[in-house]
């Protein structure tokens, strides 16, 4: 049974920032690691990636400059550093794990930003 275990979210002001972590049950560095974002009202959207063979990174417009992911293979955990937070990327915050059709999810872990 694969399992990813997000930590790190919490309440934290505007201009603020947090450290999401993802560890995993399966080796990493053979899966595209991806977060996504559930926002209430909203369809789940993704944030941010990182591929598994060169690390390469893509991040969603309204994220880029203020977000990145990291990987550590060693430990099979990913991170998402989140700086200069807004009320807008208030969410619950998926982390996933792809290779080919297969996909692995996290339970989620909430981030709320808010004064």
């Known amino acids: 049974q694969v399992q990813l275990v997000e930590s790190g979210g919490g309440l934290v002001q505007p201009g603020g920032s947090l450290r999401l972590s993802c560890a995993a049950s399966v080796t990493i560095s053979r899966y595209a690691m991806r977060w996504f974002r559930q926002a209430p009202g909203k369809e789940r959207e993704l944030v941010a990636s990182?591929?598994?063979?060169?690390?390469?990174?893509n991040y969603a417009d309204s994220v880029k400059g203020r977000f990145t992911i990291s990987r550590d293979n060693a430990k099979n955990t990913v991170y998402l550093q989140m700086n200069s937070l807004n009320s807008e990327d208030t969410a619950v915050y998926y982390c996933?794990?792809?290779?080919?059709?297969?996909?692995?999810w996290g339970q989620g872990t909430q981030v709320t930003v808010s004064s």
């Open positions: 990182i591929t598994s063979f060169d690390g390469r990174t």
């Open positions: 996933n794990a792809q290779r080919s059709s297969t996909n692995y």
